[in-house]
RNA sequence: UGGGGCGUCGCCAAGCGGUAAGGCACCGGAUUUUGAUUCCGGCAUUCCCAGGUUCGAUCCCUGGCGCCCCAGCCA
């Protein structure tokens, strides 16, 4: 009993697979992400990477990058590039197993000769729009095409010179000869190969033809002894004709299809419709925007790939249509970094303290913790002077009930370093609170009272002259509305208009200075902070607010 | 009113005929020099609805209801 394993989280995909290495189905498992290179990867992919590769991972089996290329004129270069690194820096490594279904392209052309050789496969010459009205509806069988039943040598002639590139795009197509009438509308003579003049990303402009989806994908799979094809549920549609081609072609192996609900998340948006329109309207800075659900976006909002896997382990796999809270996302950032972040001091909304009983020109140094609770994260030492800032928020003129930060008369730790008294305010012809005067309690020094009377409230704060000035900037969800697609009204008019805000001189304790580049820590009171790796600069890093801390405060 | 899928706590999600796991959220309370963390405790007499089979049904049957997907020479 006691040396049980921590179980792995049940799910019907699992179970599969178990059973299917129970029975001796499978000796080993072979599983694959397959996106196509025509767009970055995003959180929804993230669960299909952690799915596959988590599978691989936990039964001992394999998982392949395979590109689904077969369509060059969405697909380039640069998608493939990034999508392999997302897929390593999620921590996922598919060793030597990089394919691309292009690499296929000679054995699908030959398989598809083989099709028409069976009397199986035609080449067709209606238009699109013809095919389209031959093709029937949700309700009504359609009718077969006139090319039909021609001749296999005619089809074979024609399909070769389709190859050759004698024919301009769309001017034919070859079709499967299946059931016009099939119920399944998949099933109604797909389409196998259509003509494009386009060079490819991978393969050059070695093609002229190419293949569908469903022409390449399920043979790739057998090609490449995939045993547990998984997909999303608006694929089961197409599992018969998978199988149609796995049933009439001579391929070495037989995959599975397997289907999950994909994922969606609340505040945000997943197609990659709409990413795009987010980019090119310059509504977000770029797909590496911190505030996209681009894993470049979420990488360089402050993420960790622990937790983004974290999180995806926790939402589950299942068939039934699901919307995952952000809160569950931000959740699971927190507790990551509530592990490993070392803590620092910084004030993003400056308010000037003077300490008028402190001697002038006097600089203390105290040690502070990088982590209460993790003493081998050792300390750093931070400097004191008469002169601090505060945050705005933490002195109210009139508190309510209940606030125990600075307010007159009141007392509050200054975390680290001494108990202060707020002794008065300095107004500007506005009215505006623009300096406060506070007296310290020299027996405190550190913060404890001499005479152990309990100080409530603690609160961080920076020296004037021993502080780093930056830029920090404060994300928050990109909409407002929990599901911006909803209804078929426009998303755009959910856009959150503060889901960024720049802060241009926040202070941040002397110790900041050095941060590198993509280096996380938990601004004390505030919040997880990402050192931005493409605005900092020697000496001045530029933060990202990762997530706030939980505030029960502010809530109420 | 063609085909496919789904419906268990606010959000996910186990369960596979034997009397409702777990996580997140939420609500209490304890500790706390982060109103954080941590820690304890609470949180579905009930599984979309209605019938039926059974000693017994969330799990089987029948009939409803609701939601999602499919008519690209996209994937």
Known sequence: ?????????????????????????????????????????HIGHAKSICINFGLARDFGGRCHLRFDDTNPVKEEMEYIESIKES???????????????????????????????????????????????????????????????????????????????????GARVLRAKIDMASPNINLRDPVLYRILHAPHPHVGDAWKIYPMYDF????????????????????????????WFLDNLPVPARPRQYEFARLNLTYTVMSKRKLHELV???????????????????????????????????IGVGRSDSWIDMSIMEECVRSDLNERAPRAMAVLRPLKVVITNYPEGQ???????????????????????????????????????????????????????????????????????????????????????ADGRKIKGTIHWVSTSHCVDTEVRLFDRLFN???????GADYRQ?????????????????????????????????????????DSTPGKPVFNRIVTLKDTWTKK
């Open 216 to 243: 390449a994908h399920g043979q790739s799979d057998a090609i490449e002894g995939i045993t547990h094809s998984i997909c999303t549920l608006e694929f089961e549609d197409h599992k018969p004709l998978y199988e």
């Open 280 to 314: 090119t309207s310059r509504t977000v800075s770029g797909w590496d925007d911190p505030r996209m659900p681009t894993l470049m976006g979420i990488r360089r909002r402050g993420y960790t790939p622990e937790a983004v896997r974290a999180f995806c382990e926790l």
């Open 87 to 169: 897929v390593t820096w999620l921590g996922f490594d598919w060793g030597k197993h990089l394919y691309y279904a292009s690499d296929y392209f000679e054995q699908l052309y030959q398989w598809a000769e083989f099709l028409i050789q069976q009397g199986k496969a035609y080449v067709e010459e209606l238009t699109a729009d013809e095919i389209r009205a031959h093709r029937g509806t949700l309700t009504e069988a359609g009718r077969e095409s006139p090319w039909r039943n021609r001749p296999v040598e005619e089809n074979l002639e024609l399909f070769r010179r389709m190859r050759a590139g004698e024919f301009p795009d």
């Open 363 to 449: 600089v203390e140094q105290f040690e502070a913790a990088n982590h209460p609770q993790r003493p081998e994260m050792g300390s750093r030492m931070v400097s004191f002077s008469r002169e601090i800032y505060i945050e705005e928020d933490d002195f109210m003129e009139e508190p309510p009930k209940g606030f125990f930060r600075l307010a007159p008369g009141v007392e509050v730790r200054l975390r680290y370093a001494y108990i202060v008294r707020c002794t008065g305010v300095v107004k500007d012809a506005n009215g505006n609170v623009v300096e406060m005067h506070c007296e310290y309690d020299p027996a405190s020094r550190g913060g404890s009272a």
């Open 494 to 534: 959910f856009l959150n208009p503060r889901s960024v805000e720049v802060l241009p001189a926040a202070k941040l304790e002397a110790s900041l200075a050095g941060a590198d580049p993509e280096s996380r820590f938990q601004f004390e009171r505030q919040g997880y902070f990402h050192s931005d790796p493409v």
């Open 1 to 41: 009993m006691s040396t049980e394993t921590a179980p792995i989280a049940a799910n019907f995909l699992r179970t599969i697979v178990e059973e299917d290495l129970k029975s001796g189905k499978h000796q080993t498992i072979v599983t694959r992400f397959p996106p196509e290179p025509n767009g970055y990867l």
């Open 481 to 487: 509305d929990p599901n911006p697609d909803r209804g």
